[in-house]
């Protein structure tokens, strides 16, 4: 084929349009999180209703009058991740799968209008989200947000093992448990290891005793740590920022260092052996995590930036250096702090003697160049008369 068939076959085809399950979702993800979390209600009642309201099941086996709130624990999880539907979370979308799976079970188990009801209104929940998971597409199925749903996921199931093991069990503990009242303040005390009046008196349910405290124990400290330790992180951050900006707004008569560059930290060094106060600002965030580990005053942001050079006080600092290891930054600094202050000091650090001309003609004071003055230390070093009197010690003052 030739001619303009042939060039629009060999013309790529491209397509900038988002997959149909995102454009499907993409207006309706707050209904969709709504959805859930309504689901997540209604199987939360069913497991209610179904522990206080004594219905006949359907037919009869060894499970008859045993009902495991499983339809309880499968709302409770919809609700949870209800809030990381509306995040478009494909880790919230894998865990939705198991709400069906356990009111299903619930419902073979013990199959009674609550308990088909609730299965039915989960996997409906299920046939809504599955054909458009391509619209679940934020966040990885390995991480911190997968290990704090895996570990809510595996405290709900201990707190549900305990249960349905105290009910099982029940006539084998003195008193006896009866109820799923019973049985959730028998697992509850026996987790938090605070006792309980539910002494076994049997080996099997000695046994039961010690595995629910070890796997317990185990799973809701870990949902303590996981839930609760990027809550605390965050209000320790908060406390840090207010300091921060209370050292910020101490800070006068001081120098502003851009760059976190040896030549930037060397610089800093020698202002404090000069009793001057300084600041570094750098867009490193390792950088500046080492340097406020080694004492120094760091800030983090970007020395071209207005506001962050007006966070670091640069309207009350009696000079500026610009030392990052890159000319360029260094030449934007310039015109951006020489714009903020016309009349404050700036002196710049080159790399490169050819960039010399274009920071002072963008506005710095002074235009150094680390390698020149590097060079005359050294030729200086080698051109110094050696002292006969000590012929292997040499001592360079500068």
């Excluded at 987790?191 to 005793?209: K, L, R």
């Excluded at 071209?304 to 600092?317: C, F």
């Amino acid at each position: 084929m030739t001619g303009a068939g042939a060039g629009i076959l060999a013309r790529p085809i491209r397509s900038d349009r988002a997959p149909a399950g995102r454009r499907f979702l993409a207006p309706r993800t707050r209904d969709v999180a709504f959805a859930t979390a309504g689901i997540g209600a209604f199987l939360l009642a069913m497991g209610f209703l179904s522990s206080l309201i004594a219905l006949p099941n359907f037919y009869n086996d060894a499970f008859t009058g045993y009902d495991p709130p499983f339809d309880a624990i499968a709302g409770t999880l919809l609700i949870a991740i209800s809030f990381r539907i509306a995040d478009r979370s494909v880790v919230a979308w894998l865990f939705s799968l198991l709400a069906p799976a356990l009111t299903v079970f619930a419902a073979i188990v013990s199959p009674n209008p609550f308990s088909l009801a609730s299965a039915v209104a989960a996997c409906g929940l299920v046939a809504l989200i599955f054909p458009y998971s391509v619209g679940f597409f934020r966040g990885a199925t390995s991480g911190p947000e997968s290990t704090q749903l895996l570990v809510v996921v595996a405290a709900l199931l201990s707190l549900l093992s305990g249960m349905a093991g105290a009910r099982w069990l029940g006539d084998q503990f003195k008193p006896p448990i009866h109820g799923w009242t019973q049985a959730l303040y028998f697992t509850v005390t026996t987790i938090s290891t605070n006792g309980s009046e539910y002494a076994p008196q049997s080996d099997t349910a000695a046994a039961f005793v010690v595995v629910l405290i070890l796997l317990g124990v185990g799973t809701f400290l870990s949902a303590v740590v996981v839930l609760f330790l990027p809550f605390l992180e965050r209000r320790l951050q908060r406390i840090a920022q207010r300091l921060e900006r209370a050292q910020m707004e101490d800070l006068s008569d001081h120098v502003v260092i851009c760059g976190a560059s040896a030549a930037a930290r060397a610089t800093a060094a020698s202002l404090r052996e000069d009793g001057v106060r300084s600041i570094i600002l750098s867009p490193n965030s390792e950088a500046v995590d080492l340097l406020r580990g080694e004492g120094e005053a760091a800030h983090l942001g970007e020395p071209s930036n207005e506001d962050d050079l007006r966070a670091v006080g640069i309207d009350r600092a009696r000079a500026l250096v610009a030392a990052d290891d890159s000319d360029a930054e260094n030449l934007l600094t310039v015109i951006t702090a020489r714009g903020i202050l016309a009349g404050l000091r700036i002196v710049a650090v080159a790399t490169s003697p050819a960039s010399l001309a274009k920071l002072r003609r963008a506005g710095a004071n002074e235009a150094i160049s680390a390698v020149a003055v590097a060079a005359k230390l050294v030729s200086a070093a080698v051109l110094e008369p050696v002292d006969s009197a000590a012929p292997h010690s040499h001592t360079i003052s500068h």
